[in-house]
């Protein structure tokens, strides 16, 4: 295994523990980091705010979308919506959906992540009912037809593992239960719900193949399975029941919120949690590049607290190649530990190849997002 150095390397003025104890004179620290910061790092002391930048040419910048201007997701099927991020290994989509489908959908091209912004609906797939609501996960496996009747209107974030299948992470030195049980997760149920269902009526399934959208037409409806078993399933757990890794004297990066992953990218959640209270710990994300991955995030709920002017439905699109860190206002305050607890909610995808921005999103974007930064 290649190795940069037996033991941390220093220079100058440093503080020995990252995130905590800053050098006096110093406390913009910025982390620059490989592989998603699981390789080689080094932190750096600067005299000055890695993010006070006061001018940005070309196509490479902080993007911020409002998705809640969108108006091309609110189509019948979900593989009629536009792609608002994406690459070859994760599409992501925002659908909305009011009516019950008159059809079934499949997705032949990966695994499909759901998550509820908005609404509630019942669930019916190849495995059973399930409700779900505000705030849950559902992963729907390659190939699994399902149809939703909302309750209420929906918004659902989807993020498609494209030729590729949904995980849930190593838990490593806080072992199996931590984060979330695997008992937490949910599965569909052959209920009367269900049952209630099975029709002899012509039922049709919208299948996505390569992107394109084939239609196969059943003389009955056939999500009439009587049972199932097997280790393959379509599988919810809310945020709710996501219980967050915190250390009061150490901030922990994004990847102790880790959800699911993929082989290309990571899916993790922020949750409801208290501030670092240790009078020597950063008290906001630290400064960093993320050198080998783009950063997404999609914000669900709560006050932002890193963030200013950020509100729920809006996504943060960071690609790889600049340092990102809190607004001045924020770092001020972690400076001052003015909060105590974070009640934000946030979806945050952290993909490995490059995303492209798809023509919807770019007509949401925010162009004064790139100049936020700046101490007004
Ligand atoms: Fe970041």
Redesign the pocket.
């Known amino acids: 295994m290649r190795k940069w150095a037996s033991f941390p390397l220093r220079e100058g003025d440093v503080s020995r523990q990252a995130h905590a104890d800053f050098p006096e004179q110093a406390i913009y620290e910025r982390e620059t980091g490989r592989s998603g910061f699981f390789g080689p790092a080094t932190h750096f002391h600067h005299r000055h705010a890695p993010t006070g930048w006061s001018d940005w040419q070309g196509p490479l910048r902080p993007r911020l979308f409002d998705l809640n201007q969108l108006t091309e997701n609110q189509v019948e099927s979900p593989w009629q919506v536009p792609l608002l991020l994406h690459n070859a290994h994760c599409k992501m989509r925002t659908w909305r959906v009011q009516e019950k489908m008159p059809y079934l959908v499949r997705n032949a091209d990966g695994d499909e992540l759901l998550f509820v912004h908005e609404g509630s609906a019942d669930l019916y797939c190849d495995y059973g009912h399930l409700e779900i609501v505000e705030g849950d996960y559902v992963v729907i496996p390659r190939s699994t037809m399902w149809r939703l009747e909302p309750k209420s209107p929906m918004l659902l974030l989807m993020i498609e593992a494209t030729n590729d299948s949904y995980q849930l992470p190593e838990k490593g030195l806080v072992g199996n239960h931590a984060i979330f049980d695997p008992a937490m997760l949910d599965t569909p149920k052959i209920n009367e719900a269900f049952k209630a269902q099975y029709s002899e009526q012509s039922w049709q399934v919208q299948i996505k193949r390569h992107g394109q959208t084939s239609v196969v037409t059943y003389p009955y409806n056939p999500l009439d399975a009587i049972g199932w078993h097997g280790d393959l399933a379509v599988m919810r757990i809310n945020w709710r029941d996501i219980r967050p890794l915190m250390s009061h004297r150490y901030h922990l990066p994004?990847s102790a919120h880790t959800t699911f992953v993929a082989q290309r990218f990571v899916v993790c959640t922020f949750v409801p949690r208290p501030i670092e209270s240790d009078p020597g710990a950063l008290k906001v994300?630290f400064y960093?590049n993320?050198d080998d991955y783009d950063?997404v995030l999609f914000y669900h709920a709560g006050d932002f607290f890193s963030r200013d002017n950020i509100e729920k439905g809006m996504v943060t699109f960071?690609p790889a190649g600049f340092t990102?860190g809190p607004h001045p206002k924020a770092f001020q305050a972690g400076q001052e530990y003015r909060k105590k607890f974070t009640d934000e909610v946030a979806v945050m995808l952290d993909t490995r190849d490059a995303l492209e921005i798809g023509e919807a999103a770019l007509a949401t974007e925010n162009p004064a997002y790139v100049n936020s930064w700046q101490v007004t």
Do not use: G, S, T, V
């Open positions: 994004p994300p960093h993320n950063e960071h990102h």
